[in-house]
């Protein structure tokens, strides 16, 4: 059972730039959920795909948007990239009918210079 | 919106040492609380969760938890610490809202 996958592992970007990170999900999982997590920081929850569709948000802005595939892969695109953006970001998959267990992700770490 | 508070953000202690993380959380209503850790350089994984039922959980590697309504708590507790325990422990909860994590714990262990 492949767990989940995250590319890339890190990644440096200039101010006002945009960014695409990428989530393969663990073998059977439909729901994926992104979180930012700052230094120092617990994860914060940015939102969650379920079946493709976007099935809950957090208090991010809009510049934070995402995907899913068929295949239930997902990218978390980020626009107008600020410097406050500098975090690790975790993708998590989840089990149909288990959507509260969560496996995560490694993580990209995405600096903003 | 419901949040987590975790009072600890670095624990000392000696192997053979107990442990008690403590956990609180917000909101009033029906919540599912887990327990996560992450050891250096892995990632995020869980070691325990509480859905319903008996209050005390246990989890991997001697962990246990346990949930008093009450008190909005969930700590964390090993009788027992071990040098490979040192990690960055994370409790969270999803109430009326998905995943809230609280800032997180480092326990560092020493010999």
């Known amino acids: 059972e492949t767990g989940v996958t995250q590319s890339p592992t890190h990644l440096i970007k200039t101010r006002g730039q945009q960014v695409t990170l990428r989530c393969s999900s663990q073998s059977g999982h439909n729901t994926v959920s992104w979180y930012q997590q700052a230094l120092g920081q617990g994860p914060q929850f940015i939102f969650q795909y379920y079946r493709e569709e976007e099935n809950g948000r957090g208090n991010f802005p809009p510049r934070f948007s995402g995907l899913q595939f068929p295949n239930y892969s997902s990218e978390l695109n980020v626009n107008a990239l600020e410097l406050d953006d500098s975090a690790l970001y975790l993708c998590a998959s989840s089990n149909p009918g288990q959507a509260y267990e969560q496996y995560f992700g490694p993580g990209t770490r995405l600096t903003v210079t | 919106a419901q949040s987590v508070s975790q009072h600890n953000h670095h624990v000392i202690l000696s192997e053979a040492a107990s442990l008690e993380l403590g956990c609180n959380y917000s909101?009033?209503?029906?919540?599912?609380l887990f327990w996560y850790v992450q050891y250096p350089g892995q990632h995020l994984q869980l070691l325990l969760k509480?859905?319903?039922?008996?209050?005390l959980v246990k989890g991997i590697k001697g962990f246990e938890a346990e949930f008093i309504k009450s008190k909005f708590s969930f700590n964390l507790r090993k009788p027992s610490v071990q040098w490979s325990d040192t990690a960055e422990y994370f409790c969270a909860v999803i109430g009326n809202t998905p995943l809230v994590f609280g800032k997180g714990t480092r326990l560092s262990v020493i010999a």
């Open positions: 509480y859905f319903s039922g008996d209050p």
């Open positions: 909101y009033g209503g029906t919540v599912n």
